[in-house]
């Protein structure tokens, strides 16, 4: 049906792709591409991620010794430096995180399609998502500039907790406009991902065809929908209190501030599965082209990743397990996320299972695939943990806690996000990085990771708080490794991402259309792909995983 | 589809989008407004959750907040929102039917019916306002306000977020008014009609769940 002139791209020679087919900043910025918009939403998460980087190095360098560290940095100053590395890395990295960027790129490619459902809905977005994060910054800014002094910054910790976010003197009300504004991005994105898997998958692609990652993005766009909206009411719910006093979670009034952990944690429990389900997918498309094996268990896993998704959304109030909820609810929420536990598990051994007798090469990609199931072994092992009524009363708001969730959401979707730049960067920039280098980042992350989270542990079982600016001196040993820890890991993303960026500007070595052999959709098309992915819409006729033996019957 | 036309006034046809066919736009459209339709309700859901958490606590309060209310004023707002449902079903029909005209006249009747109810808004909010009943910009509430507790303020919260719906479904309308004009809908094509009037359809649906609850039983 096309007739475009991109399709005709020569094969020799000039190649026209989505990168060169329209030059200069405006043909980017107005580009409905859901390629292009990829890349815009990579390079404004990758800016921000910095900063949340950055913010969290300060806290480590602070807490590095007993005492003050940096003579600059008040309590006050710590209280917004953890605040603000919690709602930059959730509110503005992590969640766009891998949907918004290599969803974007990857999905309308792997169904087969030319572009998502809606793509001027999909490039205005972005911009919503561009607001969100600038208001953010204007809300640190006029913080700043009203108490003359990073202290009036954001104080709440991310959660903006009733009822003090009621009455901190910061810029409360601005930054939860600016998470309400990008919570609108994050639906928009999702509901134009779900209408795209259902409509415009390729002929032949069955859902029993789709790749896992696809199966993911699915089940996170299904959360992104349905959860985002009630962070949404919470949150201008509590711009109304700010303003108006209206009352609703003002103990003031009448109000009940439970009733704001309750409202808050209904999304921002699924929300850390619209964190981890993609990397969950990312990992599930690495492991097999590195094994040469097909996926082991493959409906086990797509089932396992609508389960959780599923299960995720019954799970909050176990944030809130000593809030002062009744005994038979705690119990209830306990049981419940003991068992996202199972879906969780299956999927791990699904990825070992596919490992398992393969021939597997150790490019950086499936050393951070690897990576991940280790570290998420960890992550879920812990969560077990704090799930445990008893266990929770004594961890709960402790380092423990930090070193869990630091597990499942760096060690998860960042090592997830991270690994998935690496394997489809040939497909995006159509150039090769250089492996030597992201080999090296790759061990001083892992390396980093583990040394700056695995004392935490230690720290939460000798009942260290969190957010505490300062601590007794036997804490200190752990404080002191887990310093070091981060400078190594923020080091080790440096070079990563340093590495990735110098590739892709000024790399000799071009990138064939499909480097690793793999059998997916997306590698059959160009790299980079041209504007419209395919020369002409693809006819899905096989599986996605048939590595290494004849092509198994997948029952549709 | 594939065979442009020479002139765009008489093409009477969908839209051309590059990507996908007639048939699966208009399917997508479909489904994407049903989606957004349910992150609609779940925004609600926490207005209607609280509201039945503190009318649960504060039931004497509620109550005696309620009669505050001029259930008048509302029953007639549920009507005029009632007859406005109508006529953008009717507009759907139109529309299948390639009557532009018809179509055109049942938007109008719609906004309009749309612009009423927030007339009428409007006066009850000025009533509430004189009687003290209002939440004080940046400063401590009256005595009056919150003696019911956190009545008016989901009173307002929920009104309001609704009337912005109001105001967001009009203008949606509108677009699909100006295509009208246009003469743009056929059988083959009246995605924004319908697409409209389903958004126009919930925002009519929550005020008859709301108009009970604030005014009727309290």
Redesign the interface.
Known sequence: ??T?TAAHGSHEGQDINYLNHQKGLWSWLTSVDHKRIGILYLLSITLFFILGGIAALFMRTELAFAGPTLKFLTPQMYNVLFTLHGAVMIFIFVVPGIPATMGNFLLPLMIG???V???R?NLFSYYIYLAGALLALFAVFWGVIEARSLEGALDTGWTFYAPYSIDSGTSVTLMAGAAFVLGFSS?LTG??F???I???RAPGMTWGRLPVFVWATYATAVIQ??????I???L??LM?ER??????FNAD????PV?FQH?FWFYSHPVVYIMVLPAFGVVAEIIPVFSRKPIFGYRAVCYATLAIAFIGFTVWAHHMLVAGISDTSAIFFSIITFAVAIPTAIKVFNWVSTMYRGSISFDTPMLYAMAFVFLFMIAGTTGIYLATLAIDVFYHDTYFVVAHFHYTIQGGAVIGLIAALHFWFPKMSGKMYNETVAKFAFALVFIGFNLTFLPQFGLGMMGMPRRYYDYPIEFETLHTWSTVGAFLNGFGYTFALVNLAYSALFGKVKASSNPYNSLSLEWQTKSPPIH?NFEEIPVITEWTYGYGKPLPNTHH | M?SPTSSAEVYQGPPHV????PV?AY??AK??MW??L???I??????F??FA??RW??LG?FHDASLNLNWKLGTFNTIVLLISSYFAAVAVDAAQHADNKKVSRCLMITIACGAIFLVVKYIEYSAKYQHGLF???????GIEF?RY??Y???Y??MTG?HGLHVILGMGLLFWALRKAQKNRFSAAYYTPVEIGALYWHLVDLIWIYLFPLLYLVG
Not at chain 1, 253 to 256: F, I
């Open positions: 049906m096309s475009h399609a030319k572009d459902a809606f793509p809905l639906i509901l134009n779900v209408v795209t259902h409509k415009l929908t349905l959860a985002t909206p009630v949404g009411i919470t201008a719910l109304m303003i108006f006093g209206v009352g609703i009034m009448g109000g009940d009733l409202f419209e | 594939s590059h990507h996908m066919d699966t399917g997508a489904l994407g989606l957004f349910a992150t609609e779940l925004l609600f859901a926490g207005l959750v609280a958490i503190y606590m504060y309060e939440p004080q910009f940046g400063g401590p509430n919150e507790k956190s008016f303020g989901l307002y919260c977020l």
